[in-house]
């Protein structure tokens, strides 16, 4: 991971390295846990990658790592035929609704003043609430057996 990281001009996230003086051996250790990590695009990228060049890599747990639907995407790219992990374990990553014109938000990112953004946000976030309700509510229909 630190390899691909650094041939892609990303610095590595430190909790995907190896702990200061220890040589970390795959055979032994074929589990990536991380947890309650802020993961970025950028990270989410390098690892989809990783992904696919791993070979001995077996379980990738990834724990609250803030992942979005579009990371989600990626790393599924990652998991090709090739691949040598068989179990995926994502938990506490609260799914959040893309930005619904992607484009569209880049442009604002680069050239929109703070209240585009604001209003890009606030759209999103509302996205983002109708479909926590709508979740809570099959949820709790579900509960209710109807």
């Not at 506490?92 to 680069?110: F, Q």
């Amino acid at each position: 991971f630190g390899t691909l990281c650094r041939r892609s001009g990303v610095v590595p996230h430190a909790a995907f390295l190896p702990s200061p003086g220890s040589e970390p051996n795959a055979a032994e250790h074929p589990t990536l846990s991380v947890q309650s990590v802020l993961m970025d695009r950028a990270h989410a990228q390098v690892l989809r990658h990783a992904l696919a060049a791993t070979t001995e890599l077996t379980t990738l747990r990834l724990s609250s790592c803030c992942l979005d639907i579009e990371m989600l995407g990626w790393l599924r790219q990652g998991l090709s035929e090739t691949c040598t992990v068989t179990t995926l374990q994502l938990d506490w990553n609260p799914l959040e609704v893309p930005y619904d014109d992607p484009a569209e938000a880049r442009r604002v990112a680069a050239e929109g003043s703070p209240e585009d953004i604001d209003e890009l946000e606030q759209r999103r976030f509302h996205l983002q609430a109708e479909r926590d309700v709508r979740s809570l509510g099959e949820r709790l229909e579900a509960r209710a057996g109807g």
